[in-house]
């Protein structure tokens, strides 16, 4: 059996009236069972090659050309029901705004009941049990007493667990996370990646990093490819591109990183 979990190739999205293109001829990897990181500033096409494996381009875009394979199943191939029932069984998103992903009008019990009872056909009350153990499991205290609670009641943090708990409800083996620490405090971010990378293990999950930040995926990546204007640049071993990136955009980037010595003053004098 191939070790490839999701497999791009030749990848080309645009709009479709006018053929523009917005992401070009990328191929891409994504073995079974690691973390691989997409980066790339706003705007270079990360999160449009994510929608595309979701099937949830935006009107007006879409494949132009290429293939997206999950487990060696084309997913363009699929009718739109089975591509919908993909979504959330085999594959789980965290996006990067909870607050705007997350009924407003709806308690948290009700949305995770409406994906429970859709895609595992669970009756109410093991909806409920199910609901309960996941906010458990993502480190939502007292969870029982959460569950009638909407999103507004929730702090920025809590949303985000919240959003990892509905995208791993129906066991997904594979998580895309798309910059899920946006807008969050440093030592939130750091308990939200801490959090998916401890997921990752337990639930032996492939994760899919889309940050425009390598430093946010430093250390928790094992492969990383680096997006620029819709091109794939460069691609390797988190090890090979953290140390001896090939392409002057990737140095680029990585000198953006702040570091710690980035954020502590100087003495006087020193």
């Known amino acids: 059996m191939s070790s490839a979990h999701l497999e791009v190739e030749h990848l080309t999205i645009g709009f479709e009236a006018t053929g523009r293109v917005l992401v070009d001829d990328v191929s891409l990897t994504v073995e079974r069972g690691n973390a691989t990181a997409l980066v790339g500033e706003s705007g270079s096409g990360k999160t449009l090659s994510m929608l595309a494996v979701m099937g949830l381009l935006p009107a007006g875009i879409s494949v132009l050309s290429g293939d997206v394979?999950?487990?060696?199943?084309?997913?363009?191939?699929?009718?739109?029901?089975?591509r919908r029932r993909m979504n959330g069984s085999e594959i789980g998103l965290v996006p990067q705004d909870a607050m705007a992903a997350l009924n407003p009008t709806l308690d948290i019990q009700t949305q995770f009941e409406l994906v429970l009872r859709t895609h595992l056909r669970m009756n109410r009350a093991a909806a409920k049990r199910r609901t309960v153990e996941l906010l458990d499991q993502v480190g939502i205290p007292e969870p029982e007493s959460k569950l009638r609670r909407f999103a507004h009641?929730?702090?920025?943090?809590?949303?985000?667990?919240?959003?990892?708990?509905?995208?791993?409800?129906?066991?997904?083996?594979?998580?895309?996370?798309?910059?899920?620490?946006?807008?969050?405090?440093?030592?939130?971010?750091?308990?939200?990646?801490?959090?998916?990378?401890?997921?990752?293990?337990?639930?032996?999950?492939?994760?899919?990093?889309?940050?425009?930040?390598?430093?946010?995926?430093?250390?928790?990546?094992?492969d990383v490819a680096v997006l620029r204007n819709g091109r794939l640049v460069e691609a390797g071993t988190a090890e090979q591109v953290f140390f001896t990136p090939a392409h002057e955009y990737t140095r680029q980037l990585l000198a953006a990183t702040p570091t710690l010595f980035d954020t502590v003053p100087e003495k006087e004098g020193a």
């Open 153 to 222: 009641e929730f702090s920025g943090g809590q949303r985000q667990r919240v959003m990892i708990a509905l995208a791993l409800s129906c066991g997904p083996n594979l998580l895309i996370a798309d910059e899920p620490t946006t807008a969050l405090d440093v030592t939130v971010q750091q308990q939200i990646l801490d959090l998916v990378a401890r997921l990752r293990q337990e639930l032996d999950m492939t994760v899919m990093w889309i940050t425009h930040d390598l430093g946010v995926v430093a250390g928790l990546a094992d």
């Open 69 to 82: 394979k999950l487990n060696g199943t084309s997913l363009l191939a699929l009718d739109p029901r089975a």
